[in-house]
């Protein structure tokens, strides 16, 4: 695998523990309520989106083995450029429901390198 899209999933990886982190003990109310984790939760999903541009750009056959990598980029792209409308229980739900498959995709990867 080379450098950079080690690189780019090591900097995926530390962004999905650090969400990880932000909301051990949260649950979907104490998240809303709690803007400082949400605004931390948004960057972190704003670095993995970007991450996975990077990776489309330099490393297509490692992109590609993400299905979502293109859904994680509009995820990000709707972080960024609709700040304001900013749905927190989507946010949530992806916490929830998507984030532990990409982990482990992520960590194979990085242990096998690219299939």
């Not at 999903?45 to 083995?65: K, M, N, S, Y």
Request: aromatic share 8%.
């Amino acid at each position: 695998m080379r450098d950079e899209a080690c690189k780019l999933l090591v900097d995926i990886q530390h962004a999905l523990a650090d969400i990880r982190d932000f909301i051990t003990g949260c649950d979907l109310a104490a998240y809303r309520a709690d803007a400082k984790c949400r605004a931390a939760v948004e960057r972190k999903f704003e670095i993995i989106g970007e991450a996975c541009v990077r990776l489309r750009e330099t490393c297509p056959e490692i992109f590609h083995q993400f299905a979502a990598a293109p859904r994680i980029i509009g995820f990000r792209n709707r972080l960024i450029h609709g700040y304001d409308s900013v749905d927190d229980g989507i946010v949530w739900d992806v916490i929830v429901r998507k984030l532990p498959d990409f982990e482990r995709k992520i960590a194979s990867l990085l242990e096998t390198g690219p299939e």
